[in-house]
């Protein structure tokens, strides 16, 4: 097999996971970053198979999710440290419809890995605020996002080459593949919300979304499971939580503001009347598509330009399954799935 040589831009969940499958074929790497995440950094790094809104899984569960679990673990043993961690997160029920749909999931044979059959424990669950009933879900976990981030790059760099920089659009020659000179089998871009700047890509219908989060300290607050309703609150360790997260569509500035943490501190008081303090506020910018999809693909004129995108909410579990699909589109020329491709926003 010959060696190719692939430049990615962007070290957000997209560009490690592709960069550590492009290596792992046997092709060199090299990763452009910033530095200056509007996305993956910041976020919570919460893995929760189910939208609970109808109780239904999340799109492909059942491939994104043991793929997810795989790749987390063993590349953890690979950087010699941990960045996954299991835990249960506990749905409080908003109403006794939505308590239906789950007492009529949980008997599907498709949900019996993802739901926990709701028995008299969850019924009076008395550790946060219990209206309709709990149910725990199971197979979810979290990322923590700087420790991933930091070790991936850390792991690429050992093994590869990683630079931090602002990507200069204007020495990449499209027809050639190449930047600052060098010549590449592929360059491929994974920039988030910053693919509006892009010469090549900028078309391609990004709808950012702003999300706020805290972190919050509490002594009283059950570290044992993340509880979820109208917004998480997950334990990350030492009487800490993260607790997000809000949601402002179309817009580009990532921008503290009262409002949004007002709001979540509401939304936490929603779940429980225990005392806490407010010792972070974060905010970030979610590459999120309107159809609720990620965006793969080639250029249709430049076939040395690729786009790998708009993960949105989930993108730390999408991410590894979907960056291995990229990776073979781009080895190998495989068929990319309809609906995250480049192809379903051609005219």
Known sequence: MTQQK??????????????????????????VDSGNNRSSAVAAGLINPMVFRRMTKSWRLDEFSPFAIDFYTNWEQACNTQFYHPITIRRMFSSEQ????????????????????VNEEDETY???????????????SFISPKEFLAKG??????????????????????????????????????????????????????NPTKGETLTIESSSITETESLNRKCFILPIGDGKFRVGATYVWET???ELTEEGKNDLIEKIQVLTDEPFEVIGHHAGIRPTMLDRRPILGRHPD??????????????????????????????HETEVDKEVSLGRFSK
Request: hydrophobic residues 35%; glycine residues 10%.
């Open 302 to 331: 430049y076939p040395s330009l690729y786009v790998y995108n708009g993960l949105g909410t989930k993108g730390y579990m999408l991410a590894p399954l979907l960056s291995k699909e990229m990776a073979d589109f781009i080895l």
């Open 6 to 31: 692939f430049l990615i831009v962007g070290a957000g969940v997209a560009g490690i996971t592709l960069a550590k499958h492009l290596i792992d074929a046997g092709h060199h790497i090299t990763l």
């Open 252 to 254: 580009y500035e990532d």
């Open 98 to 117: 939505e308590r239906g749909y789950w007492l009529k999931k949980q008997s599907n044979p498709d949900y019996q890995d993802y739901l926990t059959e």
């Open 153 to 206: 790059k850390e792991w690429i760099e050992q093994n590869n080459t990683v630079r931090q920089e602002q990507v200069d659009y204007s020495v990449i020659d499209p027809e050639s593949g190449t930047y600052k000179g060098v010549n590449y089998d592929g360059i491929v871009f994974c920039e988030g919300v910053e693919i509006r700047h892009n010469p090549w890509f900028n078309h391609v219908p990004i």
């Open 126 to 140: 008395s550790l946060a605020k219990n209206d309709f009933g709990t149910g725990r879900v199971k197979r979810s």
